[in-house]
């Protein structure tokens, strides 16, 4: 599912990263209109849907690793040169840090899960120290 609240959302970035449950193809293309778009498969992704488990994604100054899961990170992100974690899969907006290292859960901008905030996220390189604003679209 893809809202218009989040299209409208997302408007102006440079890049747009789904950590995972994209659905299908013509989500990614939708996406690709706005800013170059890096996606990871999620569990409820199509088989045909050809993604990645995970990405390394450089962005200005930042090295990201986008996972869906951020259980299943088996590496050490610091020890990498990673900045940022982007994960999904929980579907709750949220950040932390952890050893010098900022992990992200954006939410969901499609359909609501459970009673969480339907939300997308932002992050501006310019701005340090780096942080998420999550924008809670209006439905």
């Known amino acids: ?10 408007r102006g970035s440079d ?6 449950d994209v659905g299908n193809a013509s989500i990614l293309d939708a996406l690709k209109e706005i800013a170059p778009t890096i996606a990871v498969k ?8 050809a993604l990645p488990i995970a990405a390394l994604v ?10 869906r899961d951020v259980k299943e ?8 040169g990673i900045h940022i974690v982007v994960s999904g899969h929980s ?9 010098g290292v900022l992990y992200i859960n954006p939410g969901t901008a499609g359909p609501r899960r459970f009673r969480l905030p339907v ?6 390189f310019a701005k340090r120290p780096w ?9």
């Open 42 to 49: 999620g569990n409820i992704d199509a088989k045909g849907l």
């Open 91 to 99: 579907h709750k907006p949220s950040q932390s840090e952890r050893g």
């Open 131 to 139: 942080s998420a604003v999550f924008i809670e679209l209006k439905l």
């Open 73 to 80: 990170l088996n590496m050490d992100p610091a020890g990498l």
């Open 1 to 10: 599912m893809l809202r218009p609240q989040a299209l409208h959302a997302l």
């Open 15 to 20: 890049l747009i990263i789904h950590a995972g």
């Open 58 to 67: 450089e962005a200005g100054p930042a090295r990201m690793h986008v996972i």
């Open 119 to 124: 939300s997308v996220a932002m992050l501006d």
